[in-house]
């Protein structure tokens, strides 16, 4: 797998062929909000996205 500096709309493009599933693309540490994540933490220092996707 090649990893790459990108924006979060650039990621997006990856999948277009592919239906997003609730919360879309989010950083890493907000994906499981149902869990016991901090919510201290900035987005903007977090360096992932999660993502969930559905194949149509």
Same mark, same amino acid.
């Given at each position: 797998m090649t @990893?790459?500096?990108c924006t979060k709309a650039e990621a997006a &493009?990856?999948?277009d062929s592919l239906e997003l599933v &609730? $919360?879309?693309?989010v950083p890493a540490h907000r994906r499981h909000l149902d869990t016991n994540? $901090? @919510?201290s933490i900035?987005? @903007?220092?977090?360096?992932a996205f999660?993502?969930?996707v559905r194949k149509p």
């Open positions: @990893t790459g500096v &493009e990856s999948f &609730e $919360s879309g693309i994540v $901090s @919510t900035q987005d @903007t220092v977090i360096a999660g993502v969930l």
